[in-house]
């Protein structure tokens, strides 16, 4: 016999509030703990406040959700099972070849072709922070991007503060699709919803920040008279870019948008400087001279470098492709979860009539992204000079240990998710958010903001919040897939003011103890973002609807 949900089990308190107030509060507590020890708690780490949130659900959910512990541990370990497959055998296996190309020299070289191509500042940030940036974050993910572009920059000769704000800023366009689709794919996990109509409605909002994003940049850096300057490279940058995360999100899927318009956007650029250069080359008031310029190497070699990269974009594209997975046949397995499958109930008001839940896991290790990403790897392997798989399978292992407490913490964060949601907790969270009615959609951003800011992952908020933005939107009367997706892309504008952010940016840039500096640089940005994306949830919930797929 199921296990009927219960959303309100503090109801004999409601005189101290509104209905739902003190029951959301209890329910919220795991969230506040998670997120005090992240933003308050300065030496706490992701793990520690997970685990410590993670274990004040459980407790919550036995005590006063009354649910059975049997059910609140299974559902926790199906969600830490959601956590290891698919998302965290995507991270890894990304962060595995970007290894495997630092260690075998051929970053070094990926890095010198795009830094060679210009001395202008403007240009450089615009290649480096927010293409290759991209370009990044769709492979690897995880800090990546800004360690690693900001530290470029530095090393081009960058003011410190600038380039770690310009790269944290640079950071908003591809976070939403993060390392080859897994903030989507986890969104889809957590809220139950289609991954794919998840992906078109991101890719119907977020292109309308990245268009403009290379001239936020530029005026950030240099003011809008010395933008002007560069206006083509700007045009040609934003619509290059914006323009192919609408196509590969809408009509391929969440795995490649970052990493294709950043290929397609370092192409146009590239095309453009054949024939186009700006008329004075811009630096930083009191520059010094100019830098040496990094060193030039072979077309072969370049190639040779970018290829381990050709390679993965095209197995990724590849099995993302429909007639790619009927031919493969139905390789899937759906395992029904012990303990959990058709044991919890939920009831009015959170849905209309009462449901009974199913909890399957399913292991589709053929088609699963990360496989192909995997596949990428052994190949690319081959390709790189004095490596071969031995090395790279060793370099694996190094990165599996490395990547340790990033891997428990999602796995940790994912239990967190599934409990709430089949404890009932999300249901009561969501009940409350209800008051806002209408305006739901406009606050719907912000919760993912606030997720991000505090986790600083895109893909651990939706983890946490996806249930709960599908649920109260169902209340509410408005697209769920809009309250899902909203969730993701109102949280890439708060992952450049998000402490672990600027963290890595710091350290990558020498700028140790001047961590509130650069919050401070970052924090007028990301608010002014994360405004635009609220007014366009809205209007998308009512008056521009016809916008969604």
Known sequence: MAWNQRYDPLQGLADLG???????????????ILFYMLAVVR???????????????????????????????????????F?????????????????????????????????????????????IAFAFGAFLEGTAGFGTPVAITAAMLVGLGFNPLYAAGICLIANTAPVAFGALGVPIETAARASG???????????????????ILPFWLCCTMSGLKNTLEVLPAVLVS????????????????????????AVITIVGLLLLLRFWKPRNTWRFPGEKAPVSMPRAYPPAAVFRAWSSYVILAVMVFVWGLDAFKEALGPTAVSIPWPALDGLVQRAPPVVKAPEVLGARFNLNIMTAAGTAIFISGIIASLVMPRYGPGKGLRCLARTVRQLKIPILTIVTILGLSGLMNYSGMSGTLALAFTDVGFLFPFFAPVIGWLGVFLTGSDTSSNALFSGLQRTTAEVVGIDPG????????????????????????????????????????????????TLIVCVLSFLQAYSLSWMLP
């Open 43 to 81: 030496r706490a780490n992701a793990l520690a406040a997970a685990s410590a949130g993670t274990g004040t659900a459980f407790a919550l959910a036995v005590t006063l959700w009354g649910m059975p512990a049997s059910l609140a541990l299974s559902s926790m370990l199906m969600g830490a099972c």
């Open 238 to 261: 934003g619509v290059c870019f914006a323009g192919s995360q609408f196509l590969f999100s809408n009509f391929h899927g969440p795995y490649l948008p970052d990493v294709m318009s």
């Open 83 to 127: 956590g290891l497959f698919p998302i965290v055998w995507i991270v890894v296996s990304a962060v595995w070849i970007y290894r495997m190309t630092v260690e075998s020299g051929e970053f070094e070289i990926i890095r010198d072709s795009l830094a060679g191509l210009t001395d202008d500042r403007r240009l450089q940030a615009i290649l």
């Open 18 to 32: 509104p209905d739902f107030i003190v029951s959301a509060a209890a329910a919220g507590l795991p969230l506040f």
């Open 482 to 529: 809009l309250a899902v997706a909203v969730n993701s892309t109102g949280g890439v504008t708060g992952k450049m003011i998000s402490p672990q952010s600027i963290a890595v940016a710091t350290a990558a840039t020498g700028l140790i103890g001047q961590e509130g500096s650069l919050f401070r640089f970052t924090l007028l940005h990301s608010l002014a973002m």
């Open 193 to 211: 919803l289609d991954i794919q109509r998840i992906s078109s409605i991101v890719g119907r909002q977020l292109p309308l920040i990245t268009v």
